[in-house]
């Protein structure tokens, strides 16, 4: 479609106002160049018929491991070509569930996303962190105690974490990851639930080290992205110069607002630890880690409501693994908890696309962004959980385009196309909202 109309719409932009009752979207290209809720003229252009369903903006998860088809204890049990096709699979699954943009932390090799581009295999659109940055023994070094080979380098698909010690090393993994086509730099700056010889209360890597990595990713035009639980990793991070924090299930009001002050992003991962703790042992995940996702767990709803009130912009990732990746949307329901779900949404659009520094295309529905967006058989804000079902995202539309279509060329059922050659009218004319 080169222009398109979606009518009889509820529309949520994500920008945390309103909804609009019985609206419409025009999409130009690639491009939304209309948004209201008056009459309007459609020409003799392609009408979609939302049937009164909820339009929102293309959603976007900060905080994805699309490569992580395994627990991570457990990834190096699966030939290379089952990892790979699984990986597409979490692909495709991703765009199906209304993700038309993820940033992933780690493990995904970059020919995935170029994959995408080349328009060879459907996914969303991937800002990628290759290879995390972790110091030995750290939540990235995966090599159990008694193992003493170096941890092994990236076999193009799956990029295990790359080990460095001190400033120099750290500024050489910075360039390495730079190189294989990071868009971000993830560091590991604590520990974590899933790897062998660390604590989730850990904290990791020097203040030193830390600016070293903030420094190289600068001089490339881009950032750092870190994960951290506790206080003292945060601060450390803040201090550096780091984009967002990710997790900060630990987080207290003086980190929180040293986060705050300094602008830094949270990204915090509820869903993750809720599914671990729920059946993570059945796919694999050891006792122990079981037991420091229960920890991270029990904190993270009140670290939550600590960066709420502290101000913090908050945007949402689930961080799911393994059999577990179908459940990103449950991240939002989680927040929704302590957010309320309009907020919950914005996360999920406006400030991640502002975490992105997207902000001028992603993110909400107004004229002149990306036209990424999906209609959903219900109302997220009388029950967000609709999200997390498939048979209810109705229409995924990425840059423009249909990729999604579950009831038939954009007209089964009642998400149906309507005359193209008159005006479409609501049943009322409220004031319009964008001319």
Request: hydrophobic share 40%; proline share 4%; charged share 20%.
């Given at each position: 479609?080169?222009?398109?109309?979606?009518?009889?719409?509820?529309?949520?932009?994500?920008?945390?106002?309103?909804?609009?009752?019985?609206?419409?979207?025009?999409?130009?290209?690639?491009?939304?160049?209309?948004?209201?809720?008056?009459?309007?003229?459609?020409?003799?252009?392609?009408?979609?018929?939302?049937?009164?369903?909820?339009?929102?903006?293309?959603?976007?998860?900060?905080?994805t491991h699309l490569a992580a088809t395994e627990m991570l204890n457990l990834v190096d049990t699966v030939s290379r070509p089952v990892l790979a096709a699984k990986t597409f699979a979490n692909m495709r699954q991703t765009l199906a569930a209304g993700f038309t943009t993820v940033r992933d932390a780690g493990f995904t090799d970059y020919g995935f996303k170029q994959a995408v581009e080349a328009g060879l295999v459907p996914g969303p659109r991937m800002f990628l962190a290759t290879g995390p940055l972790s110091q030995t023994g750290g939540h990235s070094d995966f090599r159990p105690a008694e193992v003493q080979d170096r941890q092994r380098p990236s076999d193009g698909l799956y990029h295990p974490g790359v080990v460095v010690d001190g400033v120099?090393?750290?500024?050489?993994?910075?360039?390495?990851?730079?190189?294989?086509?990071?868009?971000?730099?993830?560091?590991?700056?604590?520990?974590?639930?899933?790897?062998?010889?660390?604590?989730?209360?850990?904290?990791?890597?020097?203040?030193?080290?830390?600016?070293?990595?903030?420094?190289?990713?600068?001089?490339?035009?881009?950032?750092?992205?870190?994960?951290?639980?506790?206080?003292?990793?945060?601060?450390?991070?803040?201090?550096?110069?780091?984009?967002?924090?990710?997790?900060?299930?630990?987080?207290?009001?003086?980190?929180?607002?040293?986060?705050?002050?300094?602008?830094?992003?949270?990204?915090?991962?509820?869903?993750?630890?809720?599914?671990?703790?729920?059946?993570?042992?059945?796919?694999?995940?050891?006792?122990?880690?079981?037991?420091?996702?229960?920890?991270?767990?029990?904190?993270?709803?009140?670290?939550?409501?600590?960066?709420?009130?502290?101000?913090?912009?908050?945007?949402?990732?689930?961080?799911?693994?393994?059999?577990?990746?179908?459940?990103?949307?449950?991240?939002?329901?989680?927040?929704?908890?302590?957010?309320?779900?309009?907020?919950?949404?914005?996360?999920?659009?406006?400030?991640?696309?502002?975490?992105?520094?997207?902000?001028?295309?992603?993110?909400?529905?107004?004229?002149?962004?990306?036209?990424?967006?999906?209609?959903?058989?219900?109302?997220?804000?009388?029950?967000?959980?609709?999200?997390?079902?498939?048979?209810?995202?109705?229409?995924?539309?990425?840059?423009?385009?249909?990729?999604?279509?579950?009831?038939?060329?954009?007209?089964?059922?009642?998400?149906?196309?309507?005359?193209?050659?008159?005006?479409?009218?609501?049943?009322?004319?409220?004031?319009?909202?964008?001319?």
């Open positions: 479609m080169d222009t398109f109309y979606l009518v009889n719409a509820r529309i949520i932009d994500g920008s945390g106002a309103d909804p609009v009752e019985t609206g419409w979207i025009r999409v130009e290209g690639r491009r939304i160049t209309g948004v209201g809720r008056s009459v309007v003229d459609t020409g003799r252009n392609q009408v979609i018929d939302a049937g009164g369903r909820t339009v929102l903006p293309g959603l976007i998860d900060a905080h120099a090393q750290c500024q050489w993994g910075a360039r390495e990851v730079l190189r294989r086509g990071a868009d971000q730099i993830k560091i590991m700056a604590g520990g974590g639930c899933t790897s062998p010889t660390d604590h989730v209360t850990h904290t990791q890597f020097t203040a030193e080290e830390i600016a070293a990595i903030v420094q190289e990713a600068r001089a490339r035009h881009t950032y750092v992205m870190a994960h951290g639980y506790t206080p003292e990793s945060i601060r450390t991070c803040v201090a550096a110069g780091v984009r967002s924090i990710e997790h900060a299930n630990l987080v207290d009001e003086e980190a929180a607002e040293a986060m705050a002050v300094a602008g830094t992003f949270a990204v915090p991962t509820i869903a993750t630890f809720d599914l671990l703790v729920r059946d993570g042992q059945e796919q694999g995940l050891t006792p122990d880690s079981a037991a420091q996702a229960a920890q991270v767990l029990e904190r993270a709803y009140e670290a939550l409501r600590i960066l709420r009130d502290k101000g913090v912009r908050i945007g949402s990732g689930s961080d799911v693994l393994g059999a577990h990746q179908p459940f990103k949307a449950l991240e939002l329901q989680l927040k929704a908890s302590v957010l309320g779900p309009l907020d919950a949404i914005v996360a999920a659009t406006r400030t991640n696309a502002e975490l992105l520094g997207l902000a001028d295309d992603l993110g909400t529905l107004a004229p002149g962004k990306i036209a990424d967006l999906l209609v959903v058989d219900g109302n997220p804000l009388d029950d967000i959980s609709v999200l997390q079902d498939s048979g209810r995202i109705h229409l995924v539309v990425k840059d423009g385009q249909v990729v999604v279509d579950r009831v038939g060329p954009s007209s089964a059922s009642s998400l149906s196309s309507v005359s193209s050659t008159q005006a479409w009218r609501p049943t009322l004319e409220p004031e319009v909202v964008v001319p």
